[in-house]
């Protein structure tokens, strides 16, 4: 017999997390594969950074390399350290470039730096000079002014003959600005400037398409595709259903279930007053946990824009937002749900599979990115691989 005691320290800390937050790897490893399908002749990589777009890298960079991914895009050296663990024979490339004081960790983790600038060219041919052959990468801007050499200095590069020969990029890549747009006109048009350059580098294998591009068809593959919302469950073009299996699943545990008037109001700035006799459950997500607060039911400017907010999930059916969105709570209406459907200590689900990742970020005016890498780091996680679904 036991005193109870033992049953105490057994229980699983994701059983009774005031936030919970649920990863399918199966689904993941599942994304990546049609994705690689979809990008046809070409070789799939992998975007991990912002960890994991919020997800976890370790457990995110593992799933993917054992589903077959060879190539890896991170923002920061530091998330390449950390990611080359679980990815030990992948490429990893790093889209900030290199800085002086970095080298080294560079050179012992094996990682390719993404070059973007006429200074980080600059700063890396003096590293070969000391170091010798490196692998490197060369963004180039072809429409996005954002990172990136120009189409002009990329091709003026690659015809310099005086520039030494350890310089050795192994990828030269773009990014299409409004790839999530089928029918954008700039599509074309960043297509054709970066065919110049990739022509221009015969030899070095070329990068154009991230999720969205993907979806264009294969004259946006090339070598290598760059797939990274897609990958964990997020819209990545507009106008299309989206085909990627969810991912991950975000829940709030109700706190309290209470009883309000009719014309009596509801939290900060008693902004939204109710029309009848209500019950509210109270869920213990708020702001500060990446439920944003143009979520809200009412009470930010966002409402007179996109008339509804958020809405949970919870006995089947969907139950709005009303009021404020705070820092640690959100208040569900939860009247229209039978009397005993639901008590306090059930968890709402705010996104997953019942309630799309991105239909909660449209209602926050946003994109499932945001809500994704917003995430905070109150929420109790669980990974589910294969064997487990």
Sequence with gaps: ??????????????????LRLTVDLAALAD???????????????AVVKADAYGLGIEDCGLTLYEAGA????VAAASEGETLRAYAPEARIFVLSGIWPGQEETFFENDLVPVLASEEQLAFWMSVLSERGPYPCALQVDTGFNRLGLSVEEALALAEDVSRPTSFEPVLVLSHLHSGDTQEAESNRQQLDLFRKVSAAYEGVEASLSASAGIFLGPQYHFDLTRPGIALYGGQATSGMENAMRPVVTAEARIVQIREAKAGETVSYGGTHRLARDSRLAIAAVGYADGYLRNLSGSGVPLRSAVPTGAFGFIAGRQVPVVGRITMDLTIFDVTDLPKNAIRSGDYIELFG?????????????????????SLGLRYERRCLGEDEI
Excluded: K
């Design 1 to 18: 017999m036991t005193d109870g005691r033992d049953d105490l320290l057994q229980t699983d800390p994701f059983d009774c997390a005031p």
């Design 353 to 373: 599979h019942n309630i799309a990742l991105d239909e909660v970020a449209a209602a926050a005016g946003t994109i499932g990115y945001e809500l994704l890498t």
């Design 31 to 45: 994304n990546w594969q049609d994705l690689a399908r979809r990008s046809g002749r070409a070789r799939t990589a």
């Design 70 to 73: 060879r190539d890896f895009f």
